[in-house]
């Protein structure tokens, strides 16, 4: 089905979208009676007692092994299991076949895992986990915040999570080097941050990665983009041209990213570069880079603008750039301005008007000195597309703006809003935005570029009578 064909289904109640699926694994388990069930455990008083006196026999009988590769899950919980049978009959302590389960399971993420965090990485709906200390812990659950029922035992058991997660990255957190950013073997992102810098205690906060490549049917579904919207985005994509998307933290453009990266040909080469591994690209033909942290003496780093330089020299088709956030924005934009068309990346920004300020800011970061008409030219000429997403007031990651960047007018460089967010409907009872995105009427400039290249496009997307 052509992308006109796709709109004009639409109109007629019959749409069903028919963009490449992304391939992902399977995730069958239920876990979320499993998370409140070991929480409930966790926070009693007899069962933390008891977790503890089987907890200190099973380490007295593994010694030394504790923490070495040859002890895998299954042993330990095997060993966890027999050890809880003598306690159990020593203490006279009835407990039923899924508590004893449940408290195997609590041991082995104690000693092998993450500890009372063990069970929140495991639940799916939970894409953000966030450690202020023992004490406070909260999560982040369909967008919204909430308060965790479990809790570390001490400062000790905290640092011990937080280590077990930084060690195997190669990566050290101590007292001298007090703050690390990371990801886990799944592609979650973590920081940690511990005192002395920390003042209340070690603090953690985990981005879940998310099992499910989210596609642009799944936007559509949860009313975070329009039909519209992605097929004109579709159809800038296939036409190269280069598109920043721009929002909060936490907003959601590294999903947004992901599902504009889709519509990428296959057959084009595609290099990705990011301060941490997050794209999940359909591609076969992509290249994908990470920077690196400088050692302890501070040697050895590999940032984003070295990435940056050294992807020109590999023959990309499309550099997309995860997130630009320095002196990396002149490398990108001078790609950008000579042949390598079809780029992507995001950054901070509350509005795309302020996207363009922040990326005037980030060129005076490269520390070579333009004059601020020239800085603004480069930007008018290399970006395209601005895609503005947000996180609305009920926890909903929408898109709320896409503009065309236009030519440089004075000072400014204009932003020329094609679809804008409709908030007049409010809110419905339950408290979900019932806003959607609208067209402003505007007619880009660039669509006269995508029928050049033969790319069929219907302009009654934009709405009023545009034939």
């Not at 239920?30 to 409140?36: E, G």
């Not at 812990?137 to 400062?155: H, M, P, T, W």
Request: glycine fraction near 8%.
């Amino acid at each position: 089905m052509k992308l006109g064909e796709r709109v004009r289904a639409a109109t007629e109640g019959d749409f069903e979208l028919d963009f490449p699926d992304l391939s992902f694994e399977e995730v069958t388990a239920d876990h979320a009676s499993n998370v409140a069930m070991t929480a409930a455990l966790m926070e009693s008083e007899s069962f933390s007692g008891l977790r503890q006196k089987v907890q200190d026999a099973l380490l007295l009988a593994l010694g030394n092994r504790v923490g070495e590769p040859d002890v895998d899950d299954d042993e330990l919980k095997r060993m966890a299991r027999g050890e809880m049978v003598k306690v159990l009959a020593a203490e006279d302590i009835p407990l039923a076949e899924d508590e004893r389960q449940r408290l195997v399971d609590v041991i082995a993420a104690d000693l092998l895992g993450y500890g009372p965090i063990q069970p929140l990485l495991s639940d799916d709906s939970v894409s953000e986990i966030m450690v202020n200390g023992t004490r406070s812990i909260y999560i982040e659950k369909d967008g919204k915040l909430q308060v965790a029922s479990i809790n570390f035992s001490d400062e000790e058991s905290l640092r011990k999570v937080i280590n077990r997660i930084v060690a195997p990255l190669g990566r050290r957190i101590d007292e001298s080097s007090p703050m690390v950013d990371a990801r886990l073997p799944d592609g979650s992102r973590v920081c940690a941050v511990i005192p002395p810098l920390a003042v209340d205690g070690s603090s953690l906060t985990i981005r879940k990665f998310a099992a499910k490549k989210f596609t642009a049917e799944d936007l559509i579904e949860k009313g975070s983009a329009s039909v519209e919207s992605l097929y004109m985005i579709a159809a800038c994509v296939h036409a190269k041209l280069n598109i920043l998307v721009s929002g909060g933290t936490g907003s959601g453009k590294t999903t947004l990213l992901n599902v504009l990266s889709s519509f990428i040909p296959d057959g084009d080469r595609i290099i990705t570069i990011e301060d941490v591994v997050e794209l999940q690209m359909r591609q076969q033909h992509v290249v994908r880079m990470e920077t690196r942290p400088g050692n302890s003496e501070g040697r050895g780093e590999i940032s984003i603008r070295d990435l940056v330089r050294t992807a020109l020299r590999m023959r990309p088709d499309r550099i997309v750039v995860g997130e630009c956030r320095g002196g990396e924005a002149l490398d990108m934009l001078q790609a950008m301005n000579t042949g390598h068309a079809g780029s992507l990346s995001t950054l901070h920004a509350n509005t795309p008007r302020d996207a363009m300020t922040r990326l005037e800011t980030m060129v005076l970061m490269a520390g070579i000195e333009f004059p601020m008409q020239a800085i603004r030219q480069q930007i008018a000429g290399a970006i395209d597309l601005v895609v503005q997403i947000g996180r609305l007031r009920d926890g909903s990651r929408r898109i709320v703006q896409i503009c065309e960047v236009g030519r440089v007018v004075g000072d400014d460089i204009e932003v020329l809003p094609i679809f804008d967010f409709d908030y007049s409907p409010g809110l419905d009872a339950s408290g979900r935005v019932l806003g959607v995105l609208r067209p402003t009427g505007y007619r880009p400039r660039f669509i006269e570029h995508i029928k050049e290249l033969g790319i069929e496009f219907e302009e009654r997307i934009f709405g009023g009578n545009q034939e």
